[in-house]
């Protein structure tokens, strides 16, 4: 089981990244996936979440309206669009894969920096 994710970096306040989490080693549509964050100090925190084939999803106020979650079953890739960034957005990204009580999988993290 593989968790890769990517598209992390320094962006200005404001601006927009794309991050990518793509999938090996287990049904990836059978799999709700999310992406939590972490910054120094802190609690990780639930960013976003989808269900396994997409038709619902569900965010953090924090990130309402900015952020974007997709689901790609074919690519087995999760996406997290964030548009508007600010600094306290600044953390460490991670995606989960989740089925029930007992399948739970994270990626290594990318980091994201939003600074000017």
């Known amino acids: 089981v593989q968790l890769v994710e990517s598209g992390g970096g320094l962006v200005q306040p404001g601006g927009s990244l794309r991050l990518s989490c793509a999938a090996s080693g287990f049904t990836f549509s059978n799999y709700a996936m999310r992406w939590l964050r972490q910054a120094p100090g802190k609690e990780r925190e639930l960013v976003a979440g989808?269900?396994?084939?997409?038709?619902?999803?569900v965010y953090a106020d924090s990130v309402k309206g900015r952020f974007t979650i997709s689901k790609d079953n074919a690519k087995k890739t999760v996406y997290l669009q964030m548009n508007s960034l600010k600094p306290e957005d600044t953390a460490a990204y991670y995606c989960n894969a989740r089925r029930g009580s007992s399948d739970d999988y994270w990626g290594q993290g990318t980091q994201v920096t939003v600074s000017s």
């Open positions: 989808i269900s396994s084939y997409g038709g619902s999803t």
